[in-house]
Nanobody
């Protein structure tokens, strides 16, 4: 069974940092692009980043260079480091793989004082 499990969300103050992790199983992870997608309150889905199997990363222009994705194929894990967080970054973050066929449950990120 394909599984994607996010962790690392929570509450952070404006200007702070969080690192999200996505642990994958059930498919050939090392050759599969893994993407992060978020949904702000009351808004639709927004693509955040995609990381290819060789480590090549593409980001949405709206991330302003504050987010960094990486992967460790030895442990089937992708991470998303988020720096200089603002309240506008608040939302539910999902990891997705296999050309968008599978999604994690999503984790809440709240940026607030």
């Amino acid at each position: 069974e394909v599984q994607l499990v996010e962790s690392g969300g929570g509450l952070v103050q404006p200007g702070g940092s969080l690192t999200l992790s996505c642990l994958a199983s059930g498919f050939t992870f090392s050759t599969t692009t893994i993407s992060w997608v978020r949904q702000k309150p009351g808004k639709g889905l927004e693509w955040v980043s995609g990381i290819w199997g060789d480590g090549t990363v593409h980001y949405s222009d709206s991330m302003k260079g504050r987010f960094t994705a990486s992967r460790n194929n030895a442990i089937n894990t992708v991470t998303l480091r988020m720096d200089s967080l603002e309240p506008d970054d608040t939302g539910v973050y999902y990891c997705t793989g296999v050309a968008g066929s599978y999604w994690g449950r999503g984790i809440q990120v709240t940026v607030s004082s």
